[in-house]
């Protein structure tokens, strides 16, 4: 019988660690030619948009989609998750919180591989539910000792900051302009909904690694050209999705920054097939749109410990 889990499910059952293996397992997977995933289709009907998002892990026995609507109401996650080879329903999840959780573990991944091996300080600008994912993920990767954050929101930068000292063990400041918290910082991640970039060129310096995790559709932009083109190693979570989405890519991409030949998908630096890093200096960008077999291997490993916990709750599907 399926199982249904809810967020609190998922908060209790899903650590970001787990999250982190589970996530580049994924990518490694990609890189293998052995995962199937789908770019985030999108319909607009009246004042909501609906977004879906299919994948598939054939080496893990499973596949499924998310599939969340934004309005006026607020916006609701839910994630299913079918057995590759008899088409079982396994289970039905709410996913705000996996998904907070998967995208972290996204940036983790790709910190682990192309970031300075003693990369010790965050700079962030955002600092929302994503923002928080996104620094205790990168925690875990790398010997992090400063963070430090900038929000528009003086309140929301000064709560970060915090509630971030306490939950990590680090020294974590707000700053009061987005480039104090760029300065000297091994990784920079910029975690916003901004639609005009956050993130210039001229404040970076060699040796960066980039999280840009906010320009996931074509209108959003985090970085500037000057960013894009100034990075040495380009890795989007996936480049068809990236075409589509990446409003950070394709911007420089129009305007002649770059070109898409030179964009690698993680799933090629996680396999070992090419660098994440080529020299010390290099600055390095991951641009991630969040795609559905980060949310598939997630939902994966969240059923695997409910069943194991004897955790959630029966779903009966109608038929």
């Known amino acids: 019988?399926?199982?249904?889990?809810?967020?609190?499910?998922?908060?209790?059952?899903?650590?970001?660690?787990?999250?982190?293996?589970?996530?580049?397992?994924?990518?490694?997977?990609?890189?293998?030619?052995?995962?199937?995933?789908?770019?985030?289709q999108r319909v607009i009907a009246g004042r909501s948009v609906l977004h879906v998002m299919p994948g598939?892990?054939?080496?893990?026995?499973?596949?499924?989609?998310?599939?969340?609507?934004?309005?006026?109401?607020?916006?609701?996650?839910?994630?299913?998750?079918?057995?590759?080879?008899?088409?079982?329903?396994?289970?039905v999840m709410e996913a705000d919180r996996l998904g907070q959780l998967r995208t972290g573990a996204a940036s983790a991944v790709a910190t682990k591989y192309m970031a300075r091996r003693e990369a010790?300080?965050?700079?962030?600008?955002?600092?929302g539910r994503q923002a928080r994912s996104q620094v205790t993920a990168?925690?875990?990767v790398r010997p992090i000792a400063l963070v430090k954050c900038y929000?528009?929101?003086?309140?929301?930068?000064?709560?970060?900051?915090?509630?971030?000292?306490?939950?990590?063990g680090a020294e974590v400041v707000a700053v009061d302009v987005p480039q104090e918290a760029v300065l000297d910082s091994d990784i920079v991640i910029t975690a916003t909904?901004?639609?005009?970039?956050?993130?210039?060129?001229?404040?970076?310096?060699?040796?960066?690694?980039?999280?840009?995790?906010?320009?996931?559709?074509?209108?959003r932009r985090e970085l500037d050209e000057g960013a894009v083109r100034r990075s040495a190693v380009i890795a989007a979570d996936d480049l068809e999705q990236a075409k589509i989405e990446s409003g950070d890519l394709i911007a420089a991409v129009q305007s002649g920054a770059l070109d898409w030949d030179a964009v690698l998908e993680l799933g090629r630096i996680v396999t070992g097939?090419?660098?994440?890093?080529?020299?010390?200096?290099?600055?390095?960008?991951?641009?991630?749109?969040?795609?559905?077999?980060?949310?598939?291997?997630?939902?994966?490993?969240?059923?695997?410990?409910?069943r194991e916990?004897?955790?959630g709750e029966p779903f009966r599907p109608p038929g």
Do not use: C
């Not at 929301?156 to 900051?161: H, I, L, M, N, T």
């Not at 660098?275 to 559905?292: K, M, N």
């Open 1 to 40: 019988m399926a199982l249904y889990l809810t967020e609190q499910h998922i908060a209790q059952l899903l650590r970001i660690d787990d999250v982190i293996a589970a996530v580049e397992g994924a990518f490694l997977q990609q890189g293998m030619g052995k995962a199937v995933n789908r770019p985030r």
């Open 56 to 91: 598939g892990l054939p080496g893990l026995g499973v596949m499924g989609f998310k599939a969340y609507a934004g309005g006026r109401t607020g916006t609701r996650f839910l994630a299913h998750l079918y057995d590759t080879e008899t088409g079982e329903l396994l289970a």
């Open 120 to 127: 010790g300080s965050i700079g962030i600008i955002g600092a």
């Open 138 to 140: 990168v925690s875990r």
């Open 151 to 168: 929000s528009p929101s003086a309140g929301r930068r000064e709560a970060f900051a915090e509630e971030m000292t306490s939950e990590l």
């Open 193 to 219: 909904s901004a639609r005009e970039p956050v993130l210039l060129g001229a404040w970076l310096g060699g040796g960066m690694h980039i999280n840009a995790i906010g320009s996931n559709a074509s209108t």
């Open 273 to 306: 097939e090419t660098p994440g890093r080529r020299a010390p200096d290099d600055i390095t960008l991951f641009e991630s749109q969040g795609i559905a077999i980060e949310d598939v291997a997630t939902m994966k490993l969240a059923y695997d410990l409910a």
């Open 309 to 311: 916990r004897g955790a």
